[in-house]
Every structure is written in C-alpha cells, then in structure tokens.
C-alpha cells in the first residue's frame, strides 16, 4: 500500500448526491488512525466498513459506521470521491483498505 503517499495527501472531490461536488485536501493523520479534509472534518480509520472501486474509474466510495454522541446506535454512511486519475484512485483505495483490515484485526 502507499501509506506515505496518502499521509501527505492530494485533492479530491466529494461527491454529495444533489449538490455540486466539494474539492477538498484529503490526508491521513500522522498516526494513519483518521483521514482528514479540513480542520474539523475527519473519519477515523476504525470506522470504515469497506472502500468500493471499479476498475479504471477515478472514482471510489469509502463506506462507514458513525456513532452519534446522542444515540448509542451507529449510522451506516458513505463518502463518494473522486480523485483526479484512476491510478490515484487506485493508490487511496489500497492504502485504505489495508489500513482498514490492520484496524480489523
């Protein structure tokens, strides 16, 4: 995986269904737990379910569990992005992948 390429970061898009896509800077923190897009935006690591590629696309969909402070149920969520090349799409979905089967393990 090419976990320094993702710690460093590149501009992506984020797809919201209905709405213009957001561009945004995407990085992992330093101890690869939570990928970032601004100061107050972040996902952790440990809560990505899965990361759905085709082949070829630029594109890709990082799924995810969130717990809500006020439930105590979590919410099944998914963050579409995309890169601008199939090949750095390629670099994301790998890193985070593993990233996600170390935190599963």
């Not at 993702?6 to 984020?14: C, D, F, I, N, S």
């Not at 970032?36 to 890709?60: K, M, P, Q, Y």
Request: net charge neutral; charged share 20%; hydrophobic share 45%.
């Amino acid at each position: 995986a090419h976990f320094g390429y993702v710690r460093r970061g590149a501009v992506m898009e984020l797809l919201n269904p209905g709405r213009r896509p957001e561009r945004r800077y995407f990085q992992l923190d330093e101890g690869f737990t939570a990928l970032r897009w601004s100061w107050t935006d972040s996902l952790l690591v440990s809560e990505i379910t899965g990361v759905a590629h085709e082949a070829g696309s630029n594109a890709f969909t990082i799924d995810y569990q969130a717990t809500h402070a006020l439930r105590t149920e979590s919410v099944k969520l998914s963050m579409p992005l995309a890169c601008r090349s199939a090949a750095e799409a390629a670099l994301w979905v790998g890193a985070l992948s593993a990233l996600q089967r170390l935190d599963v393990a």
